[in-house]
């Protein structure tokens, strides 16, 4: 549709997304007028003359990609898949933009202008009805929150359909090591007959900050203990930008304050900390002081998981299969 020059009323035609050359009567035409038209239009101005050369304005890295993701996912996607009548030849691959707007339930310009690359505000309702017709995968659908500057949601139903006999048996393998899976809430996914015997850990509903801060007995163990809990708070924290609106989250930092004043004076410090390796000093009630060296993995099929890995120093390593050992055996005389 041309644009029209609120000053002068000359039309400016055939508005391209790149380069192109016009032409203005420069008697009728001032130059702050034009300055006018192209910032109606979102041109630059290069020159001038009286063939004036004007180019749109590249829009950035993060909004090319986002431009050029949602048009290759609109091109994989036939008529017939969406439910889509077709009618006659289609000069393009895919589905017309105004056939994506119809299945998002969102204004064919509005759409148009996202897939532009423009700099326009997004929800994150708008971009799920998105993602539903485009029929984008868990992975896609984060990819285009991101593109976006959004925090992608959880996938819904992730924590019920993970494989945990999976991610038992690698924190298993790096018996006689004591190891983890933790998720962003602490709470512990699966672990080792190693890290349950230390540590105290088990995946039956335990929480990591909650036994810390309110179970002394547990926390007491840790040699360096305010330095422990001063970063499982920045840990916790760290997840709450994307976590706050999540109630079970919300639910877990109420019963935190409830329980532990000192949980409330670290959390009102908004100290943010990821996991990173350290050290970590324990006194094991059997085996005496221990030494480890901890390292955080994040499980790639769900970066919300991380496998905690303690690697005992050579001093205290041989003391660990034996007590690895009888954990197992008496679990096994349990059962």
């Known amino acids: 549709m041309p644009v029209v020059c609120p000053h002068h009323r000359h039309c400016v035609n055939c508005i391209f997304p790149w380069s192109f050359r016009y032409f203005f009567d420069r008697r009728d035409l001032r130059h702050t007028c034009l300055i006018k038209v192209f910032q109606l239009t979102g041109l630059s101005v290069v020159s001038y003359n009286s063939a004036v050369t004007v180019h749109a304005e590249k829009p950035p890295p993060q909004r090319a990609e986002l431009r050029d993701f949602l048009r290759s996912r609109r091109a994989r996607l036939s008529p017939e898949e969406t439910g889509i009548i077709s009618h006659g030849r289609r000069r393009t691959p895919g589905l017309r933009r105004e056939e994506v707007a119809v299945l998002a339930g969102v204004g064919v310009s509005w759409y148009t202008w996202l897939e532009q690359g423009r700099d326009i505000r997004v929800s994150s309702a708008v971009l799920d009805a998105l993602a539903r017709a485009l029929q984008l995968d868990d992975t896609e659908r984060a990819h285009l929150y991101r593109l976006c500057h959004l925090n992608p949601p959880d996938p819904a139903g992730r924590r019920r359909t993970l494989e945990v006999d999976r991610l038992r048996r690698i924190a298993d393998g790096w018996s006689p ?61 760290a997840s709450a930008g994307r976590l706050l609106a999540d109630a ?24 943010i900390q990821q996991e990173s390796p350290g050290v970590v000093l324990f006194r094991h009630p059997r085996l005496g002081r221990l030494v480890f060296e901890q390292t955080a993995l994040t499980i790639a099929e769900d970066p919300d998981l991380r496998l905690m890995v303690y690697l005992a120093l050579p001093d205290d390593s041989g003391r660990l299969p034996s007590l690895a050992l009888s954990t197992t055996s008496g679990a096994g005389r349990a059962a």
């Open 177 to 237: 090591n004591p190891a983890y899976v933790i998720d962003s809430y602490g709470d512990v996914i699966a672990a080792n007959p190693t890290a349950t015997s230390i540590f105290g850990v088990t995946d039956q509903g335990y929480n990591c900050p909650m036994a810390f801060f309110s179970d002394s007995l547990i926390s007491e163990r840790y040699l360096e203990r305010d330095e422990v809990a001063r970063r499982m708070v920045a840990h916790l924290r």
């Open 248 to 271: 079970e989250f919300q639910r877990l930092i109420d019963r935190l304050h409830a329980a532990s004043g000192e949980f409330a004076e670290l959390w009102s410090r908004h100290e």
